[in-house]
């Protein structure tokens, strides 16, 4: 009898071994289309990311058929200004759509948001105690916190492109152009012309009798300052990328960032430093050909000329080495070789 039972177990666990392997296929099999069917339900591509479902996903056999890429979250630090985080997690979601815009049929790759609040034990796992924080898990990864891949988080103050490089370098996945919105919409873009069509007799008319703002030479001179120091302090690269004009100091949160060492980046306080350098170089050169060749006294045109050259010579001189600062290159003077 006793026998007897030890075959029946024997025969039970036989059977049950079987069909725990095939629950376990069967649920690996059905991951890649729930995760599918997750991002299709998203008007961005972008999957909220629960303790469950990050269970379920590190469950599957290692390597998964995916990567995936995660945005950590926490919306009691969204009133901070210096972390970015909602300007940062609306990048990420472009960073989505875009990628799913440019590869619809692409399985390689899923984008996925956690919040802190909702799951905290899954910050634990990866380690996370800092935002802003975008980490990379590979198809391989089996710890979390040594297999993924951690975004530098200075690279995030370049947005949706540096993000999209990141992925790239990464997970050898071509990401293509990202698909930012308009800055003006078509319904705006009516507006403004029926209002311009609207107001156009009554604008044509005040500028023919010369009783506008466009007739005073004073404006066109602000205006023309205005453009100059727009264009040399890189303000349209930082409009268009969105760059914040500082960012929090990583090593030390209490200290701002105005200065970003490395190429290819430039915060929006650092634009407008070099632009102010600039603008004071073009307004002594625009003061020494317009003004001062109009003054009578010879010695007040040499000191006048000579405050501005040193003044000019020390705004270019700091303009280099913010140059050789951010780059590691340097510019070096050399005599005519005629001289020699």
């Known amino acids: 009898m006793a026998i007897s039972k030890t075959l029946t177990l024997i ?20 991951l890649l289309p729930e995760l599918i069917n997750l991002r299709s339900q998203s008007p961005t591509g972008v999957i909220h990311l629960s303790d469950h479902l990050l269970r379920r996903i590190l469950s599957a056999k290692s390597p998964r058929p995916f990567s995936f890429l995660i945005f950590f979250d926490a919306k009691q630090l969204h009133s901070k200004p210096e972390l970015s985080l909602p300007t940062l997690k609306n990048e990420f979601s472009l960073l989505s759509s875009s990628f799913l815009a440019n590869n619809p049929e692409n399985n390689k790759i899923f984008y996925f948001t956690i919040e802190f609040g909702d799951s905290q034990a899954s910050f634990a796992l990866f380690g996370v105690n800092s935002l802003p924080h975008l980490r990379l898990i590979p198809p391989s990864a089996t710890d979390l916190k040594k297999d993924s891949i951690q975004m530098d988080g200075s690279d995030l103050a370049r947005l949706a492109e540096s993000m999209a490089e990141f992925v790239e370098a990464k997970t050898k996945l071509t990401v293509g152009p990202i698909h930012r919105p308009p800055m003006i919409s078509k319904k705006q873009m009516a507006v403004i012309i029926a209002a311009g069509l609207v107001l156009s007799p009554f604008l044509v008319k005040r500028v023919l009798s010369g009783g506008t703002l466009l007739h005073d030479k004073h404006v066109w001179m602000a205006g023309s300052i205005f453009v100059y120091f727009f264009s040399v302090s890189g303000a349209m690269h930082n409009i268009i990328r969105k760059m914040p004009m500082f960012m929090m100091d990583r090593e030390d949160p209490g200290k701002l960032v105005f200065f970003y060492q490395g190429s290819g980046m430039q915060l929006g306080a650092e ?35 000579l405050f501005a050259l040193f003044v000019s010579f ?15 290159y340097g510019i070096h003077a050399y005599w005519p070789s005629g001289w020699n």
Request: aromatic share 10%.
């Open 271 to 305: 634009g407008f430093a070099v632009g102010f350098l600039y603008t004071i170089v073009g307004l002594l050169l625009a003061f020494m050909t317009n003004v001062l060749v109009r003054l009578k006294s010879r010695t007040v045109q040499r000191v006048v000329m």
């Open 314 to 328: 020390w705004a270019v001189k700091k303009v280099i080495q913010l140059d050789n600062w951010k780059t590691g």
């Open 11 to 30: 025969a039970i666990l036989l059977v049950l071994v079987p069909l725990n392997h095939s629950f376990s296929s069967s649920s690996d099999e059905d």
